[in-house]
């Protein structure tokens, strides 16, 4: 089991930038690839970044250039430093966990925390 403590969103204006945190707390946090996801309203909820226990990362093309994630492992806590933010990054922002372990498939998600980007 991993639960997390998110942290970080807020209103900014286009342009701007913001930086959500996520504080990840269970066994073997660091074995876990962590995650970012967003669901717009009316929307699917997307992946927008990604990075392996290695420090592997994949991004979304839409944020590609603007976006970076990072993990401290000592620290357990994965970060979305977002730049030059555009209205349609306005979602909530989720934070995920997730392995392959013995077989099987373990995914956890945090409760998520708004971002919206408005002049």
């Known amino acids: 089991q991993v639960q997390f403590v998110e942290s970080g969103g807020g209103l900014v204006q286009p342009g701007g930038s913001l930086r959500l945190s996520c504080l990840a707390s269970?066994?073997?946090?660091?074995?876990?690839?962590m995650a970012w996801y967003r669901q717009a309203p009316g929307k699917e909820r997307e992946l927008v970044a990604a990075?392996?226990?290695?420090?592997?990362?994949n991004y979304a093309d839409s944020v590609k250039g603007r976006f970076t994630i990072v993990r401290d492992n000592a620290e357990n806590t994965v970060y979305l430093q977002m730049n030059s933010l555009k209205p349609e990054d306005t979602a909530v922002y989720y934070c995920?966990?997730?392995?392959?372990?013995?077989?099987?498939?373990?995914?956890?998600w945090g409760q998520g925390t708004q971002v919206t980007v408005s002049s």
């Open positions: 995920n966990a997730a392995r392959y372990l013995g077989g099987n498939y373990f995914s956890y």
């Open positions: 269970g066994s073997d946090v660091s074995m876990y690839v």
């Open positions: 990075i392996s226990s290695g420090g592997t990362t």
